[in-house]
């Protein structure tokens, strides 16, 4: 077994990381059912366009890694998570969505990956990530790259940060995403601030 870059800390022979991230994903899924299922409160609104939102969330997910040792201490992966990521804050773009991201990871040269958040509409919003090396404790910092529906024309930013990365030896790989902070502005009219660029 080759361990990503910074999940020098996880001992995967035991195997309780796996199941950790296992429980994680089936929490936040119900979790999200449960948000998406309710009935009692107005659906989330989306963002007037020109506006700028700012959110917060978690993110737990699951998928698989194909390593390459590329000779001593250097290693390249690419891999494919899946997962439930909740938002929260009076202005987020919306509540849960399934977030998929593939990817590519070099503990020498850091990571690039795509991501797609789909919504329970079915609308979504795209971006790109870059990098520490996936592994427990590496920051990412996400573009939004425009999306569908309501999320079309999206712009904006986010960084988060990965609690823990735990993988087995058949290549599952589950980790927790903590720190998830960005901001959102919609419209395809949209202006980014002073210094910033459009997409």
């Given at each position: 077994?080759?361990?990503?870059q910074g999940?020098?800390?996880?001992n995967?022979?035991?195997?309780?990381?796996?199941?950790?991230?296992?429980?994680?994903?089936?929490?936040?899924?119900?979790?999200?059912?449960?948000?998406?299922?309710?009935?009692?409160?107005?659906?989330?609104?989306p963002?007037?366009?020109?506006?700028?939102?700012?959110f917060?969330?978690?993110?737990?997910?699951?998928?698989?890694?194909?390593?390459?040792?590329?000779g001593?201490?250097?290693?390249?992966s690419?891999?494919?998570?899946?997962?439930?990521?909740l938002?929260?804050?009076?202005?987020r773009?919306?509540?849960?969505?399934?977030?998929?991201?593939?990817g590519?990871?070099?503990?020498?040269?850091?990571?690039?990956?795509?991501?797609?958040?789909?919504?329970?509409?079915?609308?979504?919003a795209?971006?790109?990530?870059?990098?520490?090396?996936?592994?427990?404790?590496?920051?990412?910092?996400?573009?939004?790259?425009?999306?569908?529906g309501?999320?079309?024309?999206?712009?904006?930013?986010?960084?988060?940060?990965?609690?823990?990365?735990?993988?087995?030896?058949?290549?599952?790989?589950?980790?927790?995403?903590?720190?998830?902070?960005?901001?959102?502005?919609?419209?395809?009219?949209?202006?980014?601030?002073?210094?910033?660029?459009?997409?």
């Amino acid at each position: 077994m080759v361990p990503f870059q910074g999940d020098a800390g996880v001992n995967s022979r035991r195997g309780s990381p796996i199941l950790l991230g296992r429980l994680w994903v089936a929490l936040a899924s119900l979790l999200l059912a449960a948000a998406c299922g309710q009935q009692s409160g107005p659906a989330p609104t989306p963002p007037p366009p020109g506006e700028w939102r700012t959110f917060e969330g978690t993110w737990t997910a699951a998928g698989t890694r194909h390593t390459l040792s590329l000779g001593p201490n250097h290693r390249a992966s690419v891999f494919n998570l899946t997962g439930s990521l909740l938002l929260s804050g009076e202005q987020r773009p919306g509540v849960g969505f399934r977030a998929q991201v593939i990817g590519y990871s070099d503990n020498l040269a850091g990571m690039q990956g795509r991501c797609v958040w789909t919504d329970e509409r079915g609308d979504q919003a795209y971006s790109e990530l870059k990098g520490e090396a996936v592994g427990t404790g590496s920051r990412i910092v996400g573009t939004f790259l425009g999306g569908t529906g309501r999320y079309a024309g999206v712009i904006g930013e986010y960084t988060f940060r990965w609690q823990f990365v735990a993988e087995s030896e058949d290549g599952d790989v589950s980790g927790r995403v903590v720190d998830l902070k960005g901001r959102v502005q919609v419209g395809s009219a949209a202006v980014p601030p002073a210094g910033g660029r459009t997409q």
